[in-house]
């Protein structure tokens, strides 16, 4: 399902501090103009349809859909929607309700679950606004307006080193987005967009009192599991309703979607409004062979290992479960995707088609004696820096303090003292600006930490490093000292002081001295890791610039060259993709565009009611009073990734006809090059949440305020 961008639960066992040597991928700024648009006419669909609000495509909708929006239709439908941690949700009536995925609420759901009962399993539906359950760490961000300050952000690039453009360029970007804070009261960020072909300034308005209306159980959200997770035909029925409260009343948008009873027909022109988190369709060809071959297989092999100790935490009892499970969940699901992403890239019939587009351009550069002054070394830069990046991956990724939290805190508290002493522009990318005292200011919190699972991460990653490293490399040597991983990860986890937080601020406070004297196994280590590792990290740093300095040169050719007739990467901000509701050919045959109840109780009848196919108790029970014919899922050719889960689903009116909650498998590879011929987007159908909240929960006063009674 295309939920956010990986990241573990904060707090997790596996949520490190960053002080790790993989480089920050700080955008350096090219100085150098954009080009003036040209009427260069754009590449076919390759790029996608994420639009932004700031550049909506009229012409094009009204060319290929007969679709007319105004201003009115677009503001309406931009402050009905709304961002929420790691996913896209949506206002769905007059009294703040909002809907999103229950994937996407997993951590209110379960922060809002009384000790003895797990909503996860049982679900969960209020009776009455005094019933819903606040959420912890929950909130809601409204876009409120943006403004191009592509200008604003240039004027201040005068470096002519990697390094002090980027410098500039965080010192622009802080001084507009503070500006923008103090002016509006607002929250402010500064998007980069084509990769610094342009920018813009987005203004928020944050709610941050949002609570749980209702949840169905995790057996039917999530029905199939992992073996359906990423296809199509589905059953699910993944949404969650919370609502946003001001001053402890329901809020009262004046922009929320109306419902449509009739929901997505086939053939139907509708629009997912939501928040997309990465894609990487202005990589280069030498970028996109740095993933396949290098980058994606060491992170899939990093979610083995967490998966299968997570695994193993969460058999010890009940307890554990409950513990883990987001973060299985989480971690599987991330896997898959990253499998997902990874075919695109091997796929030869795909990458043909970016190589073809790739030299076209190059080719259209160098033809001009002032485009190819400016942008015409940039593809052979950044392939040189991607293939000096290759080589010394593998002690970039573990010249480091990774695995264990305890191992991170030890490398956090050596290094504080170093890098503070230095200027900002050498100092490793996770220590520039406000960075250090964030890594500080995490140090020092307070932690619970499991000796028992902290060995066990740390013992995973040594296992792994004394596998791919040669047997006589530094960092064994100092890490391993001739021990097995297991003892190793024994002797540094139950030596130290680190787990008291008062001990890890001694060390902090008594600065480079304290560090220095201090007998602490983990902080020894770290000590003799940090002189290994930085030189790695160092050069890792100034090729992460390089690299992203000259694809800054590019995303500003190619804006150059064709304008906002593409739409940028997906920056986890607000976009709207245009789509028809379709089905597609698939293994011999045709998948259609809606799934039923019919095959929702069908599926789970040819697999014997077992896991993951098992449908609740609550829906058989209560089968006899469902409209089978109602449908429950469908796709279409939206534009949508990781980030989109949570996204409405709306019509020409601007009504809701579903809720995306997945892709199919074949959608992965469009995270690098964008194609609808049998990608698809996978929603929940507005006619199966209006049955589902009437006759299996019983909650006739949700579908009432949904449907507008």
Not at 53 to 80: E, G, S
Not at 353 to 376: H, I, N, P, T
Not at 421 to 441: E, H, M, V
Not at 462 to 472: D, G, V
């Amino acid at each position: 399902m295309p939920s956010s961008p990986f990241r573990l639960p904060k707090g997790s066992a596996f949520a490190l501090v960053l002080v790790t040597l993989t480089p920050a991928a700080v955008p350096a700024v090219a100085q150098v103009a954009a080009p003036p648009a040209t009427s260069t006419s754009a590449p076919g669909k390759e790029f996608g349809t994420m639009w932004t609000f700031d550049a909506p495509p009229l012409d094009y909708w009204k060319r290929t859909y007969n679709f007319n929006a105004d201003q009115a239709w677009l503001d309406h439908v931009r402050l009905a929607a709304v961002r929420i941690p790691g996913c896209s949700a949506s206002f769905v009536s007059s009294r703040g309700l909002v809907m999103t995925n229950h994937h996407c609420a997993r951590a209110c759901i379960s922060s809002a679950s009384p000790k003895d009962t797990n909503y996860q399993r049982t679900g969960f539906v209020s009776q009455s606004l005094a019933d819903e359950r606040k959420c912890s760490a929950m909130y809601a961000d409204q876009l409120q307006s943006f403004e191009d300050v592509t200008a604003r952000i240039r004027s201040k690039i005068k470096g002519t080193t990697s390094g002090a453009q980027v410098e500039q360029r965080t010192k622009a970007i802080a001084e507009v987005t503070d500006e923008c804070v103090k002016a509006t009261g607002l929250r402010c960020e500064v998007v980069t967009l084509y990769q610094g072909g342009a920018y813009s300034l987005y203004r928020y308005k944050r709610y941050l009192d949002v609570r749980l209306v209702m949840a169905p159980e995790e057996d039917i959200s999530f029905y199939g599991g992992d073996p359906d997770n990423f296809t199509y035909p589905r059953y699910d029925l993944d949404m969650t309703f919370l609502r946003v409260y001001e001053n402890d009343a329901p809020f009262q948008p004046k922009d929320y979607f109306k419902w449509s009873e009739k929901g997505a027909e086939e053939g139907e022109l509708v629009f997912v409004v939501g928040n997309p988190g990465s894609t990487g369709r202005l990589n280069t060809i030498s970028q996109m062979d740095f993933l396949r071959d290098v980058q994606y297989p060491a992170t899939l092999s990093g979610f083995d290992r967490q998966i299968g100790i997570l695994k193993e935490l969460s058999a010890r009892n009940e307890d554990a479960k409950r513990q883990f499970e987001n973060q299985i969940f989480s971690i599987e699901n991330a896997r898959k995707a990253t499998i997902g992403y990874r075919s695109g890239l091997v796929d030869s019939a795909i990458t043909a088609r970016k190589r073809a587009f790739e030299s076209d351009f190059r080719k259209r550069v160098m033809a001009d004696a002032a485009l190819r002054s400016k942008y015409g070394g940039a593809w052979d830069a950044t392939a040189a820096a991607q293939r000096q990046l290759a080589s010394i991956n593998k002690q970039v990724r573990y010249y480091g303090f990774a695995g264990s939290q305890l191992l991170n805190l030890a490398g956090g508290i050596v290094r504080l003292p170093s890098q503070g002493a230095l200027p900002d522009s050498l100092r490793l990318p996770q220590y520039r600006g406000q960075q250090g005292t964030a890594i500080r200011n995490q140090i020092l919190n307070e932690v619970a930490f499991d000796k028992e699972v902290e060995k066990l991460l740390l013992a995973s990653q040594l296992t792994a490093a004394r596998k791919e490293l040669p047997a006589n490399d530094p960092f064994l040597r100092i890490v391993l000292a001739g021990r097995s991983p297991e003892v190793a990860a024994e002797a540094l986890i139950e030596g130290t002081k680190l787990t008291d937080v008062q001990a890890r601020r001694a060390l902090v406070e008594g600065g480079a001295a304290a560090v220095a004297a201090s007998t602490d196994p983990l902080i020894v280590l770290a000590r003799k890791i940090d002189p290994l590792g930085r030189p790695f990290a160092m050069r890792a740093a100034r090729l992460a610039d390089v690299s992203s300095a000259n694809a800054e040169k590019i995303g500003q050719a190619l804006f150059g060259a064709y304008g906002q007739a593409l739409p940028p990467d997906a920056t986890f901000t607000l976009r709207i993709s245009d789509g028809l509701v379709k089905g597609y050919p698939y293994n011999g045959t045709l998948a259609p565009y809606k799934t039923s109840l019919f095959g929702l109780f069908a599926r789970g009848a040819e697999f014997n009611q077992q896991p993951p196919f098992r449908i609740p108790d609550r829906w058989m029970q209560r089968q006899a009073r469902l409209d089978m014919t109602t449908p429950l899922n469908f796709v279409s050719t939206n534009d949508i990734i990781g980030g989109n889960s949570g996204s409405p689903v709306i019509n020409r009116n601007a009504e809701v006809v579903g809720l995306i909650f997945d892709g199919n498998i074949e959608s992965l590879p469009n995270r690098f090059i964008f194609t609808d011929e049998i990608a698809r987007s996978v929603s929940v159908h507005s006619r199966g949440i209006v049955e589902a909240l009437r006759k299996v929960y019983e909650s006739p006063r949700i579908a009432d305020e949904l449907v507008g009674r």
